[in-house]
């Protein structure tokens, strides 16, 4: 308590006295870019230079963000390869400070505390700690559901696993959902949370799977991306530069590793030292590899771009295994949101409509442990918000993603 409140005399005091707060000021001088023309694999090539972080989940994305170290030289190579740009946030700072002054008092923020925690937030984005309350309260108050500990983050938090054990007539299998591995994705944890809530309490819509549900993966970069940079990616791994800190945990996954990776640290796309180098990822791999022979599906929850992957990530001209069956499956999950609340998502792969993307987590989990369906979903919006998605849209998206998920799991069990 002490902790907190002289953090909370510090901000005030900075802004009373015309110092700059402390929140967003690592973004202040960042910029966001609409590139033209070609620009989309441009921008591609520059992430993996650490020179900008590309915000949008497709081939054609031009829509980028450019910190301030790398506006020169981004300038520079744009004119080089003809690729023009305009600038559509002047500070990203500012921009944030200004869209949370005009949210200010619009909505009455939930809360909770320890021993009084008992439903996710449906109107904000619940804080770390918060999280570990709902979790505990959730899994002491059910026979089903138990807590534990997969290890401990970079910077020496929890990592969280939920168990909930089937009952009833045997599904003869599991699911494994993970969610929060890239910082600034908080829908995911979000929906995560809300997926827990309607599995322990169906009567069986969902059949009788085993489930695990890590729905925080990397709790450092969550809650660095919640009080000092909203658009933080990664985790919180120390680095020679104090400005590009941190790995990718979706690139750290030992399954051709380092395609459509980076070696640069400064990278949003940073793959680490070697495969598995982080104590998040090894936490999660271990932790999979102890119930791989019951595994039917794993899910991984990201955002943005409303899309259902499948693999490869790491190769256009490789086939997956069960293609076709993960495509029909896949199509079922986007029919049964598109009957209920008329939002699109699609059924796309990896590399050959998105982009290489390897030392993942679906990846690792088809072809190491060797799951049948292994996905990742791309949640809300398409691109409007991004990864500043609205907390508003936190039930809407959570209740779509569990109609999708009941019948998915109907036609796989």
Request: aromatic content about 8%.
């Amino acid at each position: 308590m002490l902790i907190v409140a002289l953090v909370m005399m510090a901000m005030l005091t900075s802004t009373a006295s015309g110092m700059e707060p402390i929140r967003h000021r690592a973004l202040r001088g960042h910029q966001i870019w609409q590139l033209s023309g070609d620009g989309g694999a441009v921008s591609f090539e520059l992430m993996q230079k650490g020179l900008m972080d590309v915000l949008g989940h497709s081939r054609t994305s031009r829509k980028v963000r450019v910190p301030s170290r790398a506006l020169e030289e981004a300038r520079r190579i744009l004119q080089e390869r003809g690729v023009a740009h305009e600038v559509l946030v002047e500070d990203l700072a500012t921009f944030l400070e200004e869209k949370e002054r005009l949210a200010r008092g619009s909505v009455e923020r939930e809360s909770c505390f320890p021993n009084s925690c008992p439903r996710p937030f449906g109107n904000s984005y619940m804080t770390f700690k918060q999280i570990e309350w709902f979790l505990q309260n959730l899994c002491e108050n059910s026979t089903r559901a138990s807590l534990t500990s997969l290890g401990k983050s970079t910077e020496n938090r929890d990592i969280w696993m939920v168990h909930l054990r089937s009952e009833g007539p045997k599904a003869g299998g599991a699911i494994w959902v993970e969610a929060g591995i890239h910082a600034r994705e908080w829908i995911s944890s979000a929906v995560a949370l809300h997926l827990l809530k309607n599995l322990l309490q169906d009567d069986g819509t969902a059949g009788h799977p085993d489930v695990y549900v890590v729905p925080m993966a990397n709790p450092d970069g969550y809650e660095y991306s919640r009080t000092l940079d909203r658009f933080w990616r990664k985790n919180r791994r120390r680095a020679s530069n104090p400005e590009c800190m941190g790995v990718d945990l979706n690139r750290n996954w030992g399954f051709h590793y380092g395609v459509g990776a980076s070696d640069f640290e400064c990278s949003e796309v940073f793959k680490g030292a070697a495969a598995f180098s982080e104590p998040e990822t090894k936490a999660l791999r271990d932790a999979m590899k102890k119930v791989k022979d019951n595994l039917k599906m794993v899910l991984s929850l990201h955002s943005y771009g409303q899309q259902l992957l499948y693999p490869w990530g790491y190769s256009e001209e490789e086939t997956a295994p069960d293609t076709d069956d993960l495509i029909k499956a896949g199509n079922v999950f986007v029919e049964a949101i598109k009957n209920l609340s008329n939002t699109s998502y699609a059924v796309a792969n990896v590399a050959r409509d998105l982009y290489k993307a390897s030392g993942t987590t679906e990846d690792w989990a088809k072809s190491v442990l060797g799951v049948k369906y292994t996905y990742t979903l791309e949640l809300r919006d398409e691109g409007e918000n991004g990864f500043l998605l609205d907390p508003s849209h936190i039930l809407p998206c959570s209740e779509e993603v569990w109609e999708g998920l009941k019948v998915l799991l109907q036609r796989i069990f």
